[in-house]
């Protein structure tokens, strides 16, 4: 019987040597893209365009069935193509086929724009862009934004919309989700294979998103400036509501008494993600055992109405968040997961709604602190009384008039 005893402290003696050493041997996300980008240079993970497997032609007729889309109609003036898309990639060191639509417009393309959508939930997979379908039956918020990309194809632009990792072609791969750099160097990859697949590709580029695809779209626009500044001209990026600063968030977060669903399970999640992101002991956080996010996430949990934040995180996590969140090792990978520590060069809009309860104004508001003491081209435009999905369009319509104008000019 000591026998046991003693082989069962020797083993847990070895595994709590083995999660500290894993603590303190953390990469930051800059790390990994130096050995992705390593890793490139030597072939092991050029992007190319592997299949173009569909086309459909949509027209303004087909478009009507969306809720909106009449707003749109005088926006919309050619026919436009809609192809499913797939490209290789990486994804935690290996290889991976991605997938994402391309639509182009009937004449010539103006420049292209790289769009990056809103968050998905893991079990609506036909909801990713390829996966979607010009259809009556569609009547979920997420057509509004396949409305906007065929509107913007409309307008003369070749768009993208990565699915991202997690969604068709890797559906069965977990969603790195709010993981804002490693989907960035994703979505960027779907615009290299575009453009190694079209010699004549145009080599001006917008960048786009919305909510979570607004952070991972700013993440893309640095990506693009800083490594491929010959080879693209950045015209500028537009962006609503979206997580830009996760450091910011992750302590607005903790500091909620009660966290409304969904509201909890979507930071939760994210709080999951980024910590496998980085190898950050996920027990360290999580007031609970689990051994996924899916299994953590039980149904009962968004029926629930209100969860206690002390309930979902751990008491030490808490109360070191609010005591000296600058020292606490999961406020590092937050810093680094927030793209807004850099100067752009071309010019980035930042919209949001000054009623947003899901993603608060203070990412918008400190992205454009940030980025304009680094002497950023900047602008924050909030959108008076509009929550997170209300909004969108508000913001499509001005990020529209700025795409036709080439300048930005406020709605009164």
């Not at 992750?250 to 496998?276: G, L, N």
């Not at 149904?299 to 969860?307: A, M, V, Y």
């Not at 100067?343 to 918008?364: I, K």
Request: glycine fraction near 6%; charged fraction near 20%.
């Amino acid at each position: 019987m000591k026998w046991h005893f003693s082989l069962l402290f020797f083993a847990y003696f070895f595994i709590s040597l083995a999660n500290a050493q894993k603590i303190t041997e953390q990469r930051t996300i800059g790390e990994m893209d130096a050995q992705y980008m390593q890793a490139r240079e030597y072939g092991m993970f050029k992007p190319s365009a592997l299949k173009i497997l569909s086309k459909v032609d949509t027209t303004l007729k087909d478009m009507k069935a969306f809720e909106d889309i009449q707003k749109m109609a005088l926006h919309f003036p050619q026919t436009v193509s809609l192809q499913e898309i797939h490209y290789t990639s990486n994804y935690q060191g290996k290889a991976i086929l991605l997938s994402g639509l391309l639509l182009q417009p009937a004449g010539e393309s103006k420049g292209v724009i790289l769009h990056h959508h809103g968050t998905i939930y893991p079990a609506a997979q036909k909801l990713a862009p390829s996966a979607s379908e010009i259809s009556n039956s569609q009547k979920d918020h997420f057509t509004q934004e396949l409305s906007i990309g065929a509107t913007l194809a409309s307008n003369g632009f070749t768009v993208l919309m990565p699915d991202y990792v997690g969604y068709n072609t890797s559906k069965h791969t977990e969603h790195p989700y709010t993981l804002n750099k490693i989907n960035a160097q994703n979505s960027v990859d779907m615009l290299l294979a575009y453009s190694e697949a079209n010699a004549k590709a145009p080599k001006k580029v917008y960048l786009s998103g919305i909510s979570e695809g607004a952070a991972i779209g700013l993440a893309s626009q640095q990506i693009l400036e800083t490594r491929y500044p010959k080879q693209y001209q950045i015209q500028g990026g537009y962006f609503y509501a979206g997580p830009h600063d996760f450091t910011g968030t992750v302590q607005w977060f903790c500091q909620q008494e009660k966290a409304q669903t969904p509201v909890a399970a979507i930071y939760m999640w994210s709080a999951w993600a980024v910590a496998e992101g980085y190898d950050y002991p996920i027990r360290e956080i999580y007031a609970q055992k689990a051994k996924s996010y899916r299994k953590y996430f039980r149904p009962w949990f968004f029926l629930s109405g209100q969860k206690k934040t002390e309930k979902l995180l751990k008491k030490d996590f808490l109360v070191a968040i609010h005591a000296a969140p600058e020292t606490h090792p999961f406020f590092k990978i937050s810093k680094d997961n927030s793209p807004i520590y850099w100067q752009p060069a071309a010019p980035v809009y930042l919209f949001h709604g000054t009623h947003d309860g899901l993603v608060p104004t203070l990412n918008s508001e400190n992205a454009f602190r940030e980025m304009q003491q680094s002497g950023g081209n900047v602008r924050y435009i909030p959108l008076a009384g509009k929550g997170h999905l209300s909004g969108v369009m508000d913001y499509f319509f001005q990020y529209l008039d700025a795409l036709d104008t080439q300048s930005y000019k406020p709605t009164p």
